[in-house]
């Protein structure tokens, strides 16, 4: 399978063509099941090419309604990225939450959602 991405670690915004060979997860990277990519400018670029045809990852953000203000929402994100195959794990977390004021940006609301935290990305007096 061919892939074609945009590589987004950095401004320039390298094309890149990536040759995934039909082989099983587990058997990626291995001889004869090695994946390349071609059009990137640095290493960066063909780490982040690999892992977004083998394990892509995201940054999840959305919003927890703060239940001693009315009306009041405080945005949140994870802290680190996740598999983008644990989405629907975290966001049906996210949903479930409630927090209090105050609240400041960085706080963690909670501390283990695939792997990693939900924290908050305003501050709320
Ligand atoms: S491949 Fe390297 S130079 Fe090109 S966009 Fe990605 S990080 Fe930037």
Known sequence: MNRDLICIICPRGCKMSVDVPDCTLSDMGKPGCEITVVGNSCKRGEVYAISECTNPQRSITSTVRVSNRENVMVSVKTKDTVSKNKIFEVMKVIRSLSVEAPLEIGDELCDNV?????????KVE
């Open 114 to 122: 695939a792997g990693t935290k939900i924290i908050a990305t305003k």
